[in-house]
């Protein structure tokens, strides 16, 4: 086997992360990447296989943490009692979602990325794995507290699947928008305030709103 040029790997995943950056997956060129690099195509196949394996070589790392992160932070939730559980949420959903934006912005370019530029790779769903996440442990959560609404029929599976995908691309917007931290954290804090409350009328249907329909109202519209 030939040996490895010192260097060479690190050159590929900066000047491929700029291409992919700059055209999305389907448009960026190996062999731009390869003379940026100061390589051959040849040499970028026998490092990742392919031009997919050289984009999961740069976003993998970054979105696979952060999807454990999330799933340790549900998994800890659930292990609480269900007294901490209905005193807690809203303040641990808070404070976990400002840790999983700090990471977002440690690995920002990964995450724009991912957002913007997977569309013909396997990335292209990253945030479904997120949805589903938090699919299964509203279930559980609702469970812990008795909720009824489920099994009322009143609130069904395909309405939360609704809720928390419009909850996750409200968050990852800020990548979206390219925002600084600063007014991301504020927009973040924001939209954490916005969802808990609409979450109220899926864990506490009884507590249901009038439609502006039915009061005349026209706030929001």
């Known amino acids: 086997m030939a040996k490895q040029i010192e260097g060479v790997y690190e050159a590929i995943l900066s000047c491929a992360k700029k291409e992919f950056l700059e055209k999305g997956y389907k448009d960026a060129s190996l062999r731009v990447i390869a003379q940026e690099a100061g390589t ?13 394996g050289l ?19 549900q998994k800890d939730f659930h292990n609480l009692n269900e007294n901490t559980q209905r005193a807690e949420m ?20 990964e995450f724009c990325l991912l957002l913007d530029c997977a569309q013909g790779t ?23 507290i008795g909720c009824e609404s489920v099994k009322s029929g009143l609130i069904t599976e395909e309405f939360i699947h ?30 954490n305030n916005y969802h808990m409350q609409g979450f109220t009328t899926i864990f506490n249907p009884e507590r249901e709103v009038p439609c502006p329909a039915e009061t005349g109202s026209t706030a929001g519209f």
């Open 122 to 144: 396997r990335f292209s769903a990253f945030l479904d794995k997120l949805v589903d996440i938090e699919v299964e442990y509203t279930y559980k959560y609702m469970e812990v």
């Open 162 to 191: 609704i809720v928390t995908t419009a909850y996750f691309n409200g968050m990852f917007e800020v990548v979206r928008h390219r925002m600084n931290k600063t007014d991301a954290v504020k927009y973040i804090r924001l939209l």
């Open 90 to 109: 809203g303040q641990y959903t808070s404070s976990h979602q400002i840790a999983m934006l700090d990471f977002i912005y440690d690995h920002f370019d």
């Open 55 to 73: 984009f999961e070589a740069i976003v993998a790392p970054a979105a696979n943490q952060l999807t454990e992160m999330f799933l340790g932070i």
């Open 40 to 52: 051959s195509t040849g040499s970028i196949y026998t490092r990742f296989g392919d031009k997919e």
